[in-house]
Nanobody
Framework: QVQLVESGGGLVQAGGSLRLSCAAS????????MGWFRQAPGKEREFVAA????????PYADSGKGRFTISRDYAKNTMSLQMSSLEPEYTAVYYC???????????????????WGQGTQVTVSS
């Protein structure tokens, strides 16, 4: 069992930056690949970025390439998402997720993740 808690959301102007964090507790952090997803009102949950259990693979959604950087700290059991050049359409609740390293399928499938945080709101004003 893994518990995930997101933090770092807030209100930011377009073009600004935010850093989201996800704190993990429970079973060994390095057993899990981690991901960020977001969900805007009336829309489906969509993939943002992920990082493999080893940290060696970091896929991004097209919207985040060149803007977002995902990382993880094994000593602190945390994962972060540094977001820059934010746009109003990025406004959403951002969720942290974890899945077993045994699973080797695509990272962008929400159903492949076993554990989810409660989400943190990101609002980008124009």
């Amino acid at each position: 069992q893994v518990q995930l808690v997101e933090s770092g959301g807030g209100l930011v102007q377009a073009g600004g930056s935010l850093r989201l964090s996800c704190a993990a507790s429970g079973r060994s952090f390095n057993r899990y690949a981690m991901g960020w997803f977001r969900q805007a009102p009336g829309k489906e949950r969509e993939f943002v970025a992920a990082i493999s259990w080893s940290g060696g693979s970091t896929p991004y959604a097209d919207s985040g390439k060149g803007r977002f950087t995902i990382s993880r700290d094994y000593a602190k059991n945390t994962m972060s998402l540094q977001m820059s050049s934010l746009e109003p359409e990025y406004t959403a609740v951002y969720y942290c997720a974890a899945r077993s390293r045994i699973y080797t399928g695509n990272y962008d499938v929400p159903g492949s993740y076993d554990y989810w945080g409660q989400g943190t709101q990101v609002t980008v004003s124009s």
